[in-house]
């Protein structure tokens, strides 16, 4: 078995938890490699270790993002494009996404074993079209947020699914969510959680002006068109893929969100169930 390693060393113990991880995986006759690039964070480990960024995903069997959870999300989104499963590694403090922490590396024996369950996830795909035909593509693990600009003020969004309006919101946002980007912001704007092997879209208004608006849940086959209407004293209406790169709307700007054909495939290698990690992670 081979496994590429994708530590995120913007965080404060990944370095540490990445070599705790190398001396684990050597003991269970399991190999390992990292991107050529971190070959000085890491002097320790044997110069075989490292492979060019084109090879990381290409040939191996499991990829472990060490960090966050926007550390997952990140490796993850390459992955996925590759067919592989993915182990994420605590070096954060929430992390909701990792199936491993470091105190649990004893268990990595059942990755040999097959002792594991693998859990498939649906993605979205994000499609913004632009009045002047342009397209901009985006693959979405939790969720795409529509979001007010910088000026205060709100932002006025119109909402189709499978061609029928929705609903036209005057509100700070709504949120477009998978069932694993349920316990994220989604979660926090007052949507439900959803178990995560659930397939569905969650729609989360964010402080809507009105009494009447409330979180939906949709098929997974739905599909979303949201448009942002000008405000007058108001700035673009900008949105965001898992909390990355925040993409200003030009007027006319029309957003398409539907269920992608990739599945990520996330592996758990402890015992613990959705509420037993909900217990442990959300409720303390």
């Known amino acids: 078995m081979l496994v590429s390693l994708v530590p995120n060393l913007t965080r404060r113990r990944a370095a540490d938890v990445t070599l705790r991880l190398t001396a684990a995986l050597a003991g ?13 964070a890491f002097p320790s480990l044997p110069e075989s270790a490292f492979v060019p960024a084109d090879e990381l995903y290409r040939d191996c069997d499991i990829v472990m993002p060490i960090g966050g959870d926007g550390s997952v999300i990140r490796a993850a989104k390459t992955a996925v494009r590759y067919g592989k499963q993915i182990l994420g590694v605590n070096a954060g403090n929430l992390a909701y996404l990792c199936g491993v922490e470091p105190e649990s590396f004893g268990l990595l ?5 097959g002792d594991y369950r693998v859990q498939n996830r649906m993605l979205l795909d994000c499609e913004a079209r632009r ?3 342009s397209l901009r593509r985006d693959l979405c693990i939790n969720d795409v947020a529509f979001c007010r600009g910088a000026r205060i003020g709100m ?3 119109a909402v189709r699914a499978n061609g029928k309006p929705i609903a036209d919101y005057v509100a700070d946002g709504v949120i477009l969510a998978t069932p694993t980007g349920s316990t994220a912001y989604s979660m926090s704007a007052g949507g439900p959680i959803v178990e995560p092997t ?6 989360t208004p964010i402080c809507p002006h009105s009494l009447y608006f409330r979180p939906y849940l949709f098929g997974p086959e739905t599909e979303f068109v949201v448009s942002a ?6 700035s673009p209406v900008c949105y965001t893929c898992d909390g990355e790169e925040t993409v200003p709307m030009d007027d006319g700007t029309e957003v398409t969100i539907r269920r992608s054909r990739y599945t990520a495939r996330f ?14 992670k959300i409720r303390n």
């Open 267 to 280: 592996i758990s290698i402890t015992n613990d169930n959705f509420i037993d990690i909900l217990n442990k």
């Open 198 to 203: 659930l397939e569905a879209i969650l729609l």
């Open 109 to 113: 024996e059942r990755l040999l074993t």
């Open 131 to 133: 009045p002047n035909g």
């Open 155 to 157: 932002a006025d969004l």
């Open 28 to 40: 269970q006759g399991i190999g390992f490699r990292l991107e050529s690039d971190l070959r000085d």
């Open 229 to 234: 209407r000008p405000r007058d004293g108001g």
